[in-house]
Every structure is written in structure tokens, then in C-alpha cells.
């Protein structure tokens, strides 16, 4: 390795809820990394995938959708995608949804027009605009708006444009070492994971407002026990009528989270589980500092 010439940064992906944030994080990092739905706000913390090869290692990181807080949580939130832009970014990644209207993003693009490190514009989703206009005006629209560097137009979901992406972003990166060791892929442990694949199918399972209602707090995690592998998980939600809702009619809902997040957990770490999962009330929990900090979220 010349050291001399090694490549290593932060690249943050900023944008609204269901931009496609967390689709191309797993792109780029090459595996199901971060939680993704159909629903805006599945991510709810920053998370890193380290890309790294011949001369280079990119830390990618994942950051809420930026939205307008209106309880603490959603303020961690916030507060989250603030840090990832304003203090660890050597480039940020703006991503637009293709058919989605440009001025929902007007507060993140204040937030942007702070920043000074290079920013590429992603247009997403271009899979699902006909008119290559559209993709133009909304091209033209944010260069009245922030100094864009470089623009790409990609399908997340379906790969295209993403290697042009990932190689420009490696090119972008500054001289430095590296800040992870060799063969690291994220800085989260493998219990943080468990948490959010539970919750990712939360998010799939549940409607309307329980998903996010929901934390989860994983008690237990024991491994490297052959087939006694085990996690125990605990789900908060803020009201008892949503406590029967997680469990369903003799248990039927619960039974089914437990399968699809204990599949989904298997398949990311690689080796089987006794998956064990608890629901509890705790009240308003989302604007209460003390429970936010308890669980790891940064509160200002």
C-alpha cells in the first residue's frame, strides 16, 4: 500500500425520507447493511459502511431523513444528520427522489448551503421518470441553490449508475489513512443490528402509527455457543392499547415479527439464533430525555 497516495474520508448521503438513502448505502457497501422499508424515518441513527480496496477505504454514512422535528426523537434525528454534514463530511452525497417535488427539501438545503466540504448531487429513482426534462429542471433547480460538484443519476434499487457513483466518491476522498482496520465493515456491534432488523420489520409488519411507537432494546445477546446462540429483545411502545396490537390474536403477530426478524438477523451475522422477544409500555418515551439517552440517542 502507498501511503503516500492512500484515499480516505467520510462520504455522508443526506436527504429527505425515502430518498433512498439506506437502498444505496447497502449498494455500495455490498450487503444488507442498513434497515429498509416502504415507510420514511426506518433509519433513526447515523450508520457506516466502510467500502475499502486498492488505495483507498470510504467510510459511507447513512443519516436520517431530514424532516421538522415535532417530538425529542425526531430532534436526535436532526441533530444526527447535523453532525454527519456539518462536522464529519469530506463530501456529501445530496440525494433527490426523481418524482418527488423539489422544494419539500428547502430546510436541508439551507443546512447544505453551510457546509464546506464538495457536494454531489444523486437524482434517485430515475427509473420512475419517463421525461429526462424532469431530471434536467431538478438539475438546474439545486445549482441555484448549492455548489454541486458533480451530478449522477441512478437507480438505487436497481444498481444502475451506482459503480459511476462509488468511483467518483473514492476519487473525492482526501490523502489520509485510513480510519478504520482492515476488513472493518461498520463501527456499530453486531447487537445494534439485531435491534434494527427486529425493528426494520416493525416497520414492514405494523401500520400506521406503531411502527413508530416502537424502540427496541436488545437485553440479551449471547454467541459463539454453537446452536445456543440467543437474543433477548424488548419492545417499547408508549401505550397499552398498542401492547396487544405488537402480540395479535393469541400471539399471531408477535410469533411472525419473531420469524421474519430472526431470518433476516441469521442471515446478516451469519450463523443461527434463538431469537426471544418481550413488549412493555413506556410512556411517551420519545420525548423523554432520560429514555432517549438510555437508548443511545444523542440529545442536545
Not at 65 to 89: H, I
Request: charged fraction near 25%; charge should be neutral.
Amino acid at each position: 500500500m502507498d501511503e503516500k497516495h492512500f484515499k480516505s474520508g467520510f462520504a455522508v448521503l443526506a436527504g429527505l425520507p425515502n430518498a433512498g438513502k439506506s437502498t444505496l448505502l447497502n449498494k455500495l457497501a455490498g450487503g444488507l447493511l442498513s434497515p429498509v422499508t416502504s415507510k420514511p424515518q426506518t433509519t433513526r441513527q447515523n450508520i457506516l459502511a466502510i467500502s475499502e480496496g486498492d488505495g483507498y477505504q470510504v467510510v459511507f454514512v447513512d443519516t436520517p431523513g431530514f424532516l421538522q422535528p415535532r417530538y425529542k426523537l425526531q430532534q436526535t434525528m436532526v441533530n444526527a444528520v447535523d453532525r454527519a454534514v456539518g462536522e464529519e463530511a469530506d463530501l456529501v452525497v445530496f440525494m433527490l427522489d426523481a418524482a418527488a417535488p423539489y422544494d419539500l427539501n428547502a430546510g436541508l438545503v439551507e443546512k447544505l448551503k453551510q457546509v464546506f466540504c464538495p457536494i454531489f448531487l444523486v437524482i434517485n429513482k430515475m427509473d420512475l421518470v419517463q421525461d429526462e426534462s424532469r431530471l434536467n429542471e431538478l438539475e438546474a433547480a439545486v445549482r441555484k441553490d448549492l455548489p454541486v460538484k458533480q451530478v449522477f443519476h441512478i437507480s438505487a434499487m436497481q444498481g444502475k449508475g451506482v459503480d459511476a457513483l462509488k468511483q467518483a466518491v473514492i476519487e473525492a476522498m482526501p490523502v489520509s489513512p485510513a480510519y478504520f482496520p482492515p476488513g472493518q465493515w461498520t463501527d456499530r456491534w453486531e447487537r445494534f443490528y439485531a435491534a434494527e432488523f427486529i425493528r426494520e420489520q416493525i416497520f414492514l409488519l405494523y401500520k400506521k402509527e406503531i411502527p413508530y411507537s416502537t424502540y427496541v432494546e436488545v437485553e440479551k445477546f449471547t454467541e459463539d455457543l454453537g446452536d445456543k446462540n440467543y437474543i433477548r429483545a424488548i419492545i417499547h411502545v408508549e401505550r397499552e392499547s398498542q401492547k396487544p396490537i405488537i402480540i395479535g390474536k393469541g400471539g399471531s403477530a408477535i410469533a411472525q415479527l419473531r420469524k421474519n426478524a430472526q431470518k433476516r438477523i441469521e442471515e446478516f451475522l451469519g450463523r443461527k439464533y434463538r431469537l426471544e422477544l418481550t413488549v412493555t409500555v413506556t410512556p411517551d418515551w420519545r420525548n423523554n430525555t432520560q429514555m432517549l439517552e438510555r437508548f443511545g440517542y444523542i440529545v442536545k
